[in-house]
């Protein structure tokens, strides 16, 4: 394919000290050295060489920036093309300016995402790898980056290209049996290999799936709300898990009044503490909103935390809100401590049933660490099988997974209700294309341009 050379500022806008001028293309090391006056000129230096140098105005002859220009040649490059990277440090007006010389000396300005899609259509990285890249770049927590790297690293391609292969092996053996028809023995032979392999492909769909749901509170953060009667220490424990953590506080855009939403990052964890109808934190929820929409709102959370005073027995609204919870994810957090104990713990545990319990003083500040390590423990069963694991974390994987997850089921029921062979062929190929999608193998045009122009400009 021959492409033209692209160029944009691959930094954030006005974040960060260093910014960034890239550009990709047959062109790049050309363009660049028309701008720059160093040493050696650019067209002369090795290849992944950061040239220390100036970058100057040809028209005009103004010094407009000291600049480190990076030159890698293709192919060894993230876009398999020659690329260039002017780094500056200097605010937005010389950076643009950069920019506007490379665009006046040949270079076109890049459209969003079209470094990544490069690197897909020149074959450097899979879809599912350039989408990682695209979680990676919107993802805001460390441990969301972490399952973004995993999927860059193409963790997610080498488990569906495992699952692809077997389906080949599946669709052979049926191509022998429709050779070879007057065989039965090979046709029963030939059936129980189906099934056999079908359901181990099914289960694997199903472990990818079962990640789904911790892919999205990775990317989106944890509803979590707080409950418990008045005083238990509900605001405390706000408090000091948004002292203990990172809060980011953002707006919700579209709301008929300004919702505001807080992420405290919790041992990489996102918490999103979601302030609506006044539920995040609440003395009287079934007073204010009613039984049924208490429910609701409390059926949307993902989590829920249930304060109780360690200094007070269980009272009838205790029983009233445990009810109200029945079968969520709860932890019960007994607060204060530090103050003689009024509450029966054994009773807290038949109201609540089986959900895990932890010990806090707010005042004192006890307990918080133990907290954190259970909410932690809850999604992640701990800190390492986290980093381990595949996360398919991405709405069009899941729904390409299920449709997947279907079409191998269709293969099995055929097979087992006995339809003709080649039949059940068409199922297993379909399953196979599916997947074939999740990493860009069997996609159109049309869907490859809509995935790129998602990606940030200048990625
Ligand atoms: P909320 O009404 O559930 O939000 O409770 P607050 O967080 O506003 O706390 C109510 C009162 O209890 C305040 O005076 C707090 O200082 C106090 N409090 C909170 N946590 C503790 C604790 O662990 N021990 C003691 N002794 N007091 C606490
Ligand atoms: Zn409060």
């Excluded at 500056?88 to 950076?95: A, E, R, S, W, Y």
């Excluded at 990682?132 to 790297?149: L, N, P």
């Amino acid at each position: 394919m021959d492409f033209d050379t692209i160029s944009s500022i691959s930094t954030p806008m006005g974040e960060g000290a260093i910014a960034i001028v890239r550009l990709s293309g047959p062109d790049a090391v050309t363009i660049a050295d028309r701008l720059y006056k160093g040493k050696t000129a650019l067209n002369d230096v090795q290849s992944h060489t950061i040239n220390y140098g100036h970058i100057v105005d040809p028209v005009s002859g103004d010094i407009i920036e000291e600049v480190m220009v990076a030159v890698m040649r293709a192919p060894r490059t993230f876009t398999r093309e020659d690329i260039v990277e002017i780094n500056c440090h200097g605010g937005i007006m010389t950076v643009n300016r950069i920019l506007e010389l490379t665009l006046s000396n040949g270079a076109r300005l890049a459209e969003p995402g079209e470094f990544t899609k490069r690197a897909f259509l020149n074959g450097r990285i899979d879809l599912s790898q350039a989408e990682g890249i695209m979680d990676f770049i919107r993802s805001k927590t460390d441990r969301a980056s972490k399952v973004a790297m995993n999927q860059i690293e193409g963790r997610l391609s080498t488990m569906i290209k495992g699952l692809r292969q077997s389906i080949l092996e599946i669709l052979a053996q049926v191509e022998v049996n429709i050779d070879y028809p007057e065989y039965d023995d090979v046709e029963e032979a030939t059936t129980q290999f189906l099934l056999s392999e079908a359901r181990q492909i099914d289960s694997a769909i199903d472990g990818l799936l079962q990640t789904g749901a911790q892919g999205k509170i990775l990317r989106e953060g944890l509803s979590t709300v707080i409950i418990g009667k008045p005083n238990v220490g509900k605001s405390s424990m706000l408090n000091n898990l948004i002292q203990d953590n990172k809060a980011i506080v953002t707006e919700v855009a579209g709301t008929t009044r300004d919702v505001l939403e807080e992420y405290v990052n919790v041992r990489g964890v996102p918490l999103r503490l979601v302030d609506t109808a006044g539920i995040r934190e609440t003395e009287d929820i079934v007073e204010k909103i009613g039984v049924e929409r208490s429910r609701e709102a409390l059926k949307k959370a993902d989590l829920i935390l249930y304060v109780l005073n360690y200094n007070e027995p269980l009272t009838a609204s205790d029983y009233q809100l445990a009810q109200l919870i029945k079968g969520e994810d709860v932890i019960v957090i007994i607060n204060k401590t530090d103050l003689t104990q009024q509450l029966d713990l054994e009773e807290v545990q038949q109201m609540v049933g089986d959900v895990p319990m932890v010990q806090t003083s707010m005042l004192s500040q006890s307990g918080i660490d133990a907290l954190e390590e259970e909410i932690s423990r809850l999604f992640f069963q701990g800190e390492v099988a986290a980093q381990d694991m595949t996360y398919v974390s991405n709405a069009r994987h899941i729904s390409l997974l299920k449709q997947a997850k279907q079409a191998i089921n269709d293969a099995m029921t055929a097979a087992e209700s006995g339809v003709p062979i080649d039949i059940v062929q068409i199922d297993l190929i379909r399953t196979w294309e599916l997947l074939g999608e999740v990493i860009g193998e069997e996609v159109s045009d049309s869907l490859i341009d809509q995935l790129f122009s998602q990606f940030c400009l200048g990625k």
